[in-house]
């Protein structure tokens, strides 16, 4: 069974398709990472399926809980790692948050403002966001974009555990971030061209 | 000839005279303490429905169509005028309260408008993607961005309640307030009493900004340990 499914979708801004005629599936327990050139429509894919935006033409279908790292951080600034993994768990899974944030790296910042955070640990503080919610269907966009091979292997490791089992759609540039999680890959068109590459 | 005359402006020693006398009288804190208190809630009414008509207007279009237009003129509308026509309508005991909340609630809606306006949409549509309560919401993502909009509408509001609620208060001379006080100086030409009476408004207006300054820091800080 699909959990995310997506036939013939299209997304237009103004007189322009971002995105046209596209058909996807994310099996349960499954992972797909979606490449392109840029502008090719990626984060409006995304976008698509977290129901950021509706389509203009075709189906979306996602579950109704899903999580999300986005292409830009989206934490924060003034609270700390903790605090940011609150607005989302509250109080009740504080030793998970600290347990994750461990795993990540990030144990020796307790109580600094994620302001103070290099780009690098607050990718980091996104994805312990993302993990930590309750949710059916986890869609990353550029998960590991600023940080070193050693942290992105450890951040795919945590990852790989907690997503165990729900299905995972992701952006990426590099189809090395891609078996880093074991997706499939799916290539988009350049913004010019129509219709769905497969993987080479 | 009247110039270097006491009966047209006082000396700064009399003024400090005046001021002396007047702080020394149980009666002039009473006084204060009645005009502060009719004042602050104009102010407070008008932070509190501001604050929730600025909110209602974000969400409809309508309602925002269908009172910028009133707050614009009530913008323009001088405060004697408001305060003779208030008199029509509530008693002269409460015509400062009602003034001050017809001065400060545009600015305040005005403030918490541009506040909500201003909101990074991009962390709205976090929470909305996470499904934050709502509760949590306003406190981790709402208000931290709204304080400082709050907080200098807040403090403008504040002076021009101090302002017109005085004004208002010598137009409708309520028994025992400031406004009185300052009636019976311009009756009696004592314009050593004025300027110390002056002095008096000029520091509530300063400890009352300095209060609201420094609970609206508490805030801050309270919201960065969340």
């Known amino acids: 069974m699909s959990a995310i499914v997506l036939h013939q979708a299209g997304r237009r801004y103004g007189g322009r398709w971002a995105l046209r005629g596209l058909d996807l599936r994310v099996p349960e327990g499954g992972a797909v990472c979606v490449m392109g050139p840029s502008g090719c429509g990626k984060t409006t894919l995304l976008r698509l399926v977290l129901g950021l935006e509706r389509p203009d033409e075709g189906r979306v279908e996602a579950p109704g809980r899903l999580s999300a790292v986005f292409q830009e951080d989206r934490l924060l600034e003034h609270l ?7 607005l989302v768990t509250g109080r009740r ?11 990540l790296g990030l144990s020796d910042e307790p109580g600094k403002p994620v302001s103070s955070f290099s780009g690098g640990m607050k990718r980091r503080v996104a994805i312990a966001r993302a993990l930590l919610a309750d949710y059916d269907a986890l869609l990353l966009d550029e998960p590991f974009k600023g940080l070193d091979a050693d942290t992105r292997e450890r951040t795919a490791g945590a990852i790989l555990r907690l997503n165990a089992g729900r299905a995972l759609l992701m952006v990426a540039h590099d189809p090395g971030e891609a078996r ?9 068109p350049p913004p010019a061209e129509g219709g769905l590459k497969p993987a080479g | 000839m009247a110039v270097g005359h006491e009966f047209l402006l006082a000396s700064p020693l009399s003024v400090l005279r005046a001021l002396a006398r007047l702080l020394s009288q ?13 004042i602050l809630l104009g ?33 323009a509308v001088p405060v004697a005028s408001f305060a003779i026509l208030a008199i029509l309508l509530v008693s002269s005991g409460w015509l400062s309260t009602f003034v001050c909340f017809v001065i400060g609630f545009p600015v305040l809606f005005g403030n918490t408008l541009e506040g909500l306006q201003r909101r990074d949409r991009a962390l709205s549509e976090m929470a909305r993607v996470f499904r934050a309560p ?37 137009i409708g ?5 400031i406004g009185e006080a300052l009636y019976s100086v311009k009756v009696n030409y004592n314009t050593a009493d004025l300027f110390a009476w002056t002095v008096i408004i000029v520091l509530l207006n300063a400890l009352t900004a300095f209060l609201l300054r420094r609970g609206a820091a508490l805030l801050s800080g309270r919201l960065a340990r969340l």
């Open chain 2, 43 to 75: 102010f407070l009414s008008a932070f509190a429905l501001g604050v929730a008509l600025a909110a209602l207007c974000r969400r409809s279009p309508l309602v925002s169509a269908l009172v910028s237009p009133l707050l614009s003129a009530a913008r």
């Open chain 2, 134 to 170: 709502w509760g949590r919401r306003l406190l981790y993502v709402d208000l931290p961005q709204l304080l400082p909009f709050l907080r200098a509408g807040a403090v403008t509001a504040l002076g021009l309640c101090w302002k017109s609620g005085v004004a208002a208060e010598v």
């Open chain 1, 80 to 86: 700390t790692a903790e605090g940011n993994l609150r």
């Open chain 1, 180 to 188: 880093l999680l074991g997706a499939d890959i799916v290539r988009l």
């Open chain 2, 173 to 177: 001379i309520p028994r025992g307030t």
């Open chain 1, 93 to 103: 899974r504080d030793t998970a948050a600290a347990e994750l944030l461990a795993e």
């Open chain 2, 26 to 38: 149980p009666a002039t804190y009473l006084t204060a303490l009645r005009s502060a208190g009719r």
